[in-house]
């Protein structure tokens, strides 16, 4: 069965550093997404992605955050300057139609 | 500082009895919604969905009544199963947009 797949599965940052979380969505799928969940949390919607571009994103996603889909199968999720509070699970997801596919997630620690 | 969690709600069950966890929204505009399943250490899986203009759904072992009038969405899961622990939450959408609300989630523990 086709699965979202997310690398790396924890990543550790000291605060003001960039990261990219990876992503590889089900392959026939034209819908990306970011989530977080901050520990204890709600899932949290981040941003949406279709035809190369962001379609809809959140308060939280601000001008430190940015998305790419640098080829055909990767979209990243890029954090420029990590702050404590952007510890959290972060999770892709793609959907064909309306349901998602989430990947595993990517534990980031800022430190 | 420390940050403050969510205490989720928690349902347990013995093996073999039926589930039901519930939901409230708050958004009378929300005309979507989804039931998943976060198991420890996983994403969150996709379980049912519903639109408004029904007000029941079922799937295999799952039901979901949809309430619009008291904004509640409920979901049974029949003959629960240890396989079946795991924290539950509902999601809601406009179908204006791609943007999802999850609730905060109920966690559910099958009793062998």
């Known amino acids: 069965e086709p699965e979202v797949t997310q690398t790396p599965s924890h990543q550790v940052t000291q605060m003001g550093q960039e990261v990219i979380l990876r992503c590889v969505p089900i392959?026939?799928?034209?819908?990306f997404y970011w989530y977080r969940q901050i520990l204890g949390q709600k899932v949290e919607f981040l941003v949406s992605f279709y035809n190369n571009e962001i379609s809809e994103k959140s308060e939280i996603f601000d001008d430190q955050f940015s998305v790419e889909r640098p080829d055909g199968s990767n979209f990243t999720l890029k954090i420029r300057s990590t702050k404590l509070e952007d510890s959290a699970m972060y999770f892709c997801?793609?959907?064909?139609?309306?349901?998602?596919?989430f990947g595993p997630g990517t534990r980031l620690t800022v430190t | 500082g420390e940050s403050v969690g969510l205490h989720l709600p928690t349902l347990s069950v013995q093996e073999g009895d039926n589930s039901i966890i519930n939901c409230a929204y708050s958004?009378?505009?929300?005309?979507?919604f989804i039931w998943y399943k976060q198991e420890s250490g996983k994403g969150p899986q996709f379980i049912i969905d519903i639109r408004s203009n029904m007000d029941k759904r079922q799937g295999q072992r799952v039901t979901v009544l949809l309430n619009k009038t008291v904004k509640h969405l409920s979901l049974q899961i029949a003959a629960t199963q240890p396989g079946d622990s795991a924290v539950y939450f509902c999601a809601e959408n406009e179908n204006t947009g791609n943007q999802f609300y999850f609730g905060t989630g109920t966690s559910l523990t099958v009793i062998p």
């Open positions: 958004n009378s505009a929300s005309d979507y």
């Open positions: 997801a793609s959907s064909e139609a309306n349901e998602q596919y």
């Open positions: 392959s026939n799928h034209l819908y």
